[in-house]
């Protein structure tokens, strides 16, 4: 396999995330629970996690009851996505 699919495939799996980050949004958005929304959140738990302390501290700081975490997970997935397709393009130039 060669370097190319390899941080296509890592990329790829970023993009599900963000799509999956996306879809839970929108389905807490009408309070919707049901099966889907359980596995969905299960699948993007580990990854959203860390931006719940700093969505938990901006709304203590603000006072606005909105729960950015999902938007902060998705800017953090964009900016890791750029930085990986960088480390890509850093290993080209030494090879």
Same mark, same amino acid.
């Given at each position: 396999?060669? +370097?190319?699919?390899?941080?296509?495939?890592?990329?790829?799996?970023?993009?599900?995330?963000?799509?999956?980050?996306?879809?839970?949004?929108? +389905?807490?958005?009408?309070?919707? %629970?049901?099966?889907?929304?359980?596995?969905?959140?299960?699948?993007?738990?580990?990854?959203?996690?860390?931006? %719940?302390?700093?969505?938990?501290?901006?709304?203590? %700081?603000?006072?606005?009851?909105?729960?950015?975490?999902?938007?902060?997970?998705?800017?953090?997935?964009?900016?890791?996505? %750029? +930085?990986?397709?960088?480390?890509?393009?850093?290993?080209?130039?030494?090879?």
């Amino acid at each position: 396999m060669t +370097l190319y699919r390899v941080f296509q495939a890592v990329s790829v799996f970023m993009s599900v995330l963000r799509i999956a980050i996306l879809l839970y949004w929108f +389905l807490t958005l009408f309070n919707a %629970r049901n099966a889907l929304v359980d596995w969905v959140e299960t699948f993007i738990q580990p990854f959203i996690s860390p931006f %719940r302390r700093l969505s938990l501290w901006l709304i203590a %700081r603000t006072g606005v009851r909105l729960d950015f975490t999902c938007f902060f997970a998705l800017i953090g997935l964009s900016v890791l996505n %750029r +930085l990986w397709w960088l480390l890509y393009a850093f290993f080209r130039t030494i090879r």
